[in-house]
């Protein structure tokens, strides 16, 4: 009996707000907030602070050659163009793997190391 009536107060408050003007729901969450000293914008602006600090905590980038694949001659290529190295230098680089390509790369430039060298058929991992 007492779950009946609970669900029909509910029922009640929810028909209220839907009924209730924007200013007179700008009350009720103010009021809210007052009595039982909460905020209501808090959560999502804590939630989003958390995301900006998490992305700005890492600005460079280390571009790791995990696996040179089944195309190992075109990686080497593309290790050339990257490091600038010679070939012998870059095919050493490739048979080492795993082994970092470059270091300390700003984020757009580790990504597009990481396209060209995935595109060439290498695994690779930022870190």
Avoid: C, H, Q, W
């Avoid at 028909?15 to 959560?43: C, H, M, R, Y």
């Avoid at 992305?55 to 790791?64: I, T």
């Amino acid at each position: 009996m007492e779950e009946i009536t609970m669900a029909l107060n509910i029922e009640n408050i929810i028909a209220e707000i839907k009924e209730a003007s924007i200013l007179e729901l700008n009350d009720l969450v103010k009021a809210i907030e007052e009595e039982f000293g909460v905020t209501a914008a808090a959560p999502v602006a804590a939630a989003a602070a958390g995301a900006a600090d998490a992305g700005a905590a890492k600005d460079s980038f280390d571009v790791e050659l995990t696996s040179a694949g089944d195309k190992k001659v075109g990686v080497i290529k593309v290790v050339r163009e990257i490091t600038g190295e010679g070939l012998k230098e870059a095919k050493a680089i490739v048979d080492g793997a795993p082994s970092v390509i470059k270091e300390g790369v700003a984020a757009a430039e580790a990504e597009e190391i990481k396209a060209k060298l995935e595109e060439a058929g290498a695994s690779v991992t930022l870190k």
